[in-house]
Structure formats: structure tokens, C-alpha cells
């Protein structure tokens, strides 16, 4: 079974650029999450979906953080501008659905803004 | 307080030895604790999961969970130099105005030594 897909693996920007993460959850799974990991802290979570809808995204800085399922398999997530500030790993993880509680990672994408 | 909170260690232990690692969380109210595993620059593993208090074991490792005092704990038998690594304690509430969220403590590093 493959795991959680996430491209690209690296991305290096200037700040105030634009800049976007795409996941594609394991096959069969509704739930899926977008967190964000600062070296040597725990995941954070950014916004959760139930299919194509964000269930949880009180900790998502709406003023240039946005995110998208639109078909409730693929998701994107996109910072327009960046910031110094959002230099940071982000990872997907997904579930089978609301009443399962394990979830699974992608390899995550680090991003550096110059 | 932090609402899970862990050593940040390094932790170090010879090879064949019994790690433990620990964990609190403040929300009384949760329902679904877990252990990861997260390699320098991988993404997060699930390697326990546990929802009742008592012990589960899987192999070499053991989560035990003790939800009056408000701990969990892993125990790795045998330890193994590839077995070094962050270890994540996260759990999962349901209290009021809690959608359900993973919260992940800062992690514990492991230092298995030859």
C-alpha cells in the first residue's frame, strides 16, 4: 500500500514569493491533516478535512496561509507571501476517517525563505 | 503548562539495555495516545498506539498508560543503535471545544550507543 505522497520534498524561496505543497493521501482515507514542524518541536496542526471539507483550521494564519480539497483525495496548500518566519517542515498525514485516530505521515516538504 | 510535555532528553542508553521514555498531557479528558518515531530529517512514524489503560506490547516496544495520573510511557526492550531517534508522544482529546486534534509534545531524543 503506498503511503502519503507529498511534492515537492525541498523548496527554497525569497521571501514575500509565493509558494505551494501538494498531498495525496493514502488511498481509501478521508481524513486528511496539514501540520507544520519547527526543528526540534513537535507537529502543529494547521487544518484538518473530512473529505473536501476543513473541519479544524483555527490554527491556520488565514492572511496568507490557504488550503484546498477540492475532490476529497488531493490537497494543496499555499503561504502567498512568505515570510523569514515560516522557514519550517510541513507534513501530511492522513486517516481512514473521524472515528480513527492513527494517522500517517508523508516525507514532508522543508521550506527555506531567503 | 504545556498540554503534552516530554523530556527533551538526550536520553542515552547502552545497546541491549531498556529505554523509557515518558509522557504527561493535561487534558483529562483524552481518549487516544500515541507513540512516533521521527529519524533526523524523516517525517514522523507511528510506531504505538494505545487507548486503555494497562500495557500493549509489540515486539520490543511497550506503551503503558495510566490515564489517573495522566502518563503514558514506551519502553523499548533491547535496545538497538538503530532505534536512536526522536521519539513523539501525542494525544488526542475530546474535550470541550476540542475538534479532536492530535497534540504532539516536543519529543524525546533516544541515544542507543554501541
Known amino acids: 500500500e503506498a503511503g502519503v505522497v507529498q511534492s515537492p520534498r525541498y523548496k527554497i524561496i525569497e521571501k514575500k514569493q509565493p509558494v505551494a505543497f501538494w498531498c495525496n493521501p493514502i488511498?481509501?482515507?478521508?481524513?486528511l491533516y496539514w501540520y507544520l514542524q519547527n526543528l526540534g518541536q513537535g507537529p502543529e496542526l494547521l487544518i484538518r478535512?473530512?473529505?473536501?471539507?476543513?473541519?479544524?483550521d483555527s490554527q491556520l494564519p488565514k492572511d496568507r496561509f490557504s488550503a484546498e480539497r477540492l475532490k476529497g483525495v488531493d490537497s494543496t496548500l499555499k503561504i502567498q507571501p512568505a515570510e523569514l518566519g515560516d522557514s519550517a517542515v510541513y507534513l501530511c498525514?492522513?486517516?481512514?476517517?473521524?472515528?480513527?485516530?492513527?494517522?500517517?505521515f508523508g516525507p514532508g516538504t522543508r521550506l527555506t525563505v531567503l | 503548562q504545556k498540554e503534552v510535555e516530554q523530556n527533551s532528553g538526550p536520553l542515552s542508553v547502552p545497546e541491549g539495555a531498556i529505554a523509557s521514555l515518558n509522557c504527561t498531557y493535561s487534558?483529562?479528558?483524552?481518549?487516544?495516545f500515541f507513540w512516533y518515531r521521527q529519524y533526523s530529517g524523516k517525517s514522523p512514524e507511528l510506531i504505538m498506539s494505545?487507548?486503555?489503560?494497562g500495557d500493549k506490547e509489540d515486539g520490543r516496544f511497550t506503551a503503558q498508560l495510566n490515564k489517573a495520573s495522566q502518563y503514558v510511557s514506551l519502553l523499548i526492550r533491547d535496545s538497538q543503535p538503530s532505534d536512536s531517534a526522536t521519539y513523539l508522544c501525542?494525544?488526542?482529546?475530546?474535550?470541550?471545544?476540542?475538534?479532536?486534534?492530535?497534540?504532539f509534545g516536543q519529543g524525546t531524543t533516544l541515544q542507543v550507543k554501541p
Open positions: 494505545i487507548y486503555s489503560n
Open positions: 498525514a492522513s486517516s481512514l476517517g473521524l472515528a480513527v485516530d492513527e494517522q500517517f
Open positions: 478535512y473530512e473529505n473536501e471539507e476543513a473541519v479544524d
Open positions: 501525542a494525544v488526542k482529546a475530546r474535550g470541550s471545544g476540542n475538534t479532536g486534534k492530535l497534540i
Open positions: 487534558d483529562r479528558v483524552s481518549q487516544s
Open positions: 488511498s481509501g482515507h478521508n481524513t
